[in-house]
Nanobody, 120 residues
Framework: QVQLVESGGGLVQPGGSLRLSCAAS????????MGWYRQAPGKQRELVAFMSSGSRSKYADSVKGRFTISRDNAKNTVYLQMNSLKPEDTAVYYCNAVLSLAVGARNDYWGQGTQVTVSS
């Protein structure tokens, strides 16, 4: 049974920081590309940060220079360090794990989400 469990969300003031964690079980974590997505009320889910199984990363333009994704394969955990938070970062943040299999097939798993609210 695959589980992705996010933690670390909460309420923070503008300019503050939070660190999200996503602990994975039931998968060979090191094989998977990992991503953080977010969904604000009334908006579509969007990619925030991505880290491949080879530790290459990419970020949404809106978070470049403020957010950092990292992974610890020994702990089966991916992190999202969020600094200089803005009210527009308020959203539910989701962890995603993807493994490409044969052509046209892949394993794709999601966590339950963690709420991040940036407000004074």
């Amino acid at each position: 049974q695959v589980q992705l469990v996010e933690s670390g969300g909460g309420l923070v003031q503008p300019g503050g920081s939070l660190r999200l964690s996503c602990a994975a079980s039931g998968i060979i974590f090191s094989f998977y590309d990992m991503g953080w997505y977010r969904q604000a009320p009334g908006k579509q889910r969007e990619l925030v940060a991505f880290m491949s199984s080879g530790s290459r990363s990419k970020y949404a333009d809106s978070v470049k220079g403020r957010f950092t994704i990292s992974r610890d394969n020994a702990k089966n955990t991916v992190y999202l360090q969020m600094n200089s938070l803005k009210p527009e970062d308020t959203a539910v943040y989701y962890c995603n794990a993807v493994l490409s299999l044969a052509v046209g097939a892949r394993n794709d798993y999601w966590g339950q989400g963690t709420q991040v609210t940036v407000s004074s």
